[in-house]
């Protein structure tokens, strides 16, 4: 059994597969995590959301909430406050609208992706798409701190959007895992913190980390854009 964490997808299932392939993962005992960012941009992204929709019913996949997923879901509770962001080209969410247009699963899959937890342990590890939340006076981050650290404008969560060189350690000695920062390749930010987007949507290169042996997994392909 092996439980793996990927970076970004943003719609590009076929950078994951060929990858889970590589990897032998086996869905029937091995576990696989994201840290968000599953939607918005490849132009799979549809196909992708029905192949984790049903990973997630089958017991192998779990996700978190990335950033793109909670402008996802704020564009569909109030579209007027927040179609500039989401439908701005760059950040890409026309392309996951018109994959839930087409698909009869649309309000399952949105009802799930509310479910979507902000962080969660594994082993050792926090994962969280961005950042923790600094504990006031320190130099740490504390995971308990998602929740209620909002941006009082949009009400975004600041762990779903910390950027470089915002970035604590967990107080605990956990090791944080994230995406949401692009690195050429997956490293060590600083210790405590392992950043493992390769930015796929843009390089074409898709990052898995290995829990049970810490060890570092990647596939090369071309981007897919919507
Ligand atoms: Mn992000």
Known sequence: MATYVVGDLHGHIHLLEPLLKKVRF?????LLYSVGDIVDRGSDTGALLDYLY??????????????????LLSYREKPDRFKDVYLDPGFGGRITLNALDR?????????????WPMTVEVEGHILVHAGLPRVQGSSWGDAELCTTRVDPDTGFHQCLW?????????????????GHNMVSQAQFYREGILLIDTGGYRTGALTLYRIEDRTLHSGEGRPRLG
């Open 26 to 30: 086996d869905p029937s005992q091995d």
């Open 54 to 71: 049903d990973g997630s019913r089958a017991g192998w996949f779990y996700p978190i909430l990335g950033n793109h997923e909670e402008l």
């Open 103 to 115: 698909t009869p699963r649309a309000q399952e899959i949105l009802d799930w992706i509310a479910t």
């Open 162 to 178: 910390f950027r470089i060189p915002d970035l604590y350690p967990s107080f605990d000695q956990k090791i944080v895992v994230s």
